[in-house]
């Protein structure tokens, strides 16, 4: 016993760093606005007079600046680390002083581009540094402490923006929500401190350009079960993202009667469940295999989108235990993945990945708009399928290799 206290004791002292937890105050500043910004959807259709896709212009606009980011920003961090820890939460501040200015469609549209880069530079910047300066047992921990805090971000932004008073304007609460990323940047000049500099690096290329791997590396056949991955990423995530900054806030205001609180509580259940499935969904999959698990993830998954589209609210309420469950399996697809990459590809494929997922949360809420908000109802139902077709041909797949 007194062995196995010891080990804990020297455990978490090794885990938390200056560098370790800087980081983490960083991203969980940083991740309020993700949180608050589905429960505010329909006071900003009423408020601003937008049309439905409008609306899904504006919820999308987040996912697809993510998306076209992704691989420059990469590029970008090979050589400027320290940089984008600094402009991801100030580009991120810029984005949400934007949005909350209250102008016209096009000004809002920018406001959620420029929180997506922001974002994006934040999330991969802290990413980067902790697999640049964390080795050996301690790398693995830091990666979770960093996820879990831009997990608790997300929820407490989601909770502040539902105790507020409804009567604060949607542009208020969510300025008021968001004041924590202040905290974020005044950490910045410590955390550049803790930084470990790069000895003897002179003038760099703003962006590196990526060397060749050699003439057997140039092109990997992708196998089926790397193309499964793809496709359960993109489709858990498009369905996530209708779901989230779509059906359930207009939905939930439109045919159910929520207001701003209930439409944050709904998603607080999501996140929760998120949260609290999260560890003991990732021993599942170390115990009983990644694919196993990633086949349970899709149909709970599935059903949930079909909860959460054509139930009443206390079905819905289900429907979004269903897809936190769903979601603190998001990672599964990327293991699967990883398996089936050469590693000369694995850095390559990752990147792809990612923008196969923002591409899908840009999707979702924005195929939604477009359809409008009688039609974007049958958008769950077509998610749900796609999600149960594809946990059936990951089946198949398995029944033919044993």
Known sequence: MASEVIGQWFTIKGLVTPLIVLLCVTIFSNTFSAGAFPAILPELARGDGLADWQLGAVAGAYGFARMMADIPIGLFLTHHLRRAVVAGPCVLAAGVAVLTSGGPFPVLVLGRLLMGVGHALGMVAGLTAILHYRTGWSLAASLNAYEFSAMIGILC???????????LAWNSALLVTCAPQLVGILTL???????????????????????AAGPGAAVAALTPAAVLAFVAGGAIAVAYSTVEQFSIPLRGSRELGLERAGVARLL??????????????????????????????????????????????????VGCAFYGLGMAGWMLPLGV?????????????????????DAGIFL?????????????????????????????????????RS
Do not use: K, N
């Not at 932004?157 to 009567?167: M, R």
């Not at 290329?205 to 060397?211: I, V």
């Not at 993945?337 to 997922?357: I, M, N, S």
């Open 157 to 167: 932004g989601t909770v502040l923006i539902g105790v507020l008073p409804s009567s």
């Open 189 to 211: 000049p410590a955390l550049l401190r803790a930084l470990p500099r790069r000895e003897g690096a002179g003038p760099q290329p703003l962006f590196a350009r990526q060397a």
């Open 268 to 317: 607080m259940v999501m996140q929760v469940v998120d949260i609290s499935a999260l560890l003991p969904l990732g021993l599942l999959a170390d115990r009983r295999g990644t694919e196993r698990t990633l086949v349970a993830v899709l149909f709970v998954m599935a059903a949930g989108s079909a909860l959460v589209g054509f139930g009443t609210l206390p079905v819905v309420a």
């Open 337 to 357: 993945l990883r398996r089936e990459t050469p590693p000369a590809h694995v850095a390559w494929r990752t990147g792809l990945y990612r923008v196969c997922v």
């Open 364 to 400: 979702g809420p924005f195929l939604a708009g477009l359809l409008g908000g009688g039609r974007a109802r049958t958008l769950p139902g077509v998610w749900a399928s796609a999600l149960a077709l594809t946990g059936v041909l990951f089946l198949v797949r398995e029944r033919r």
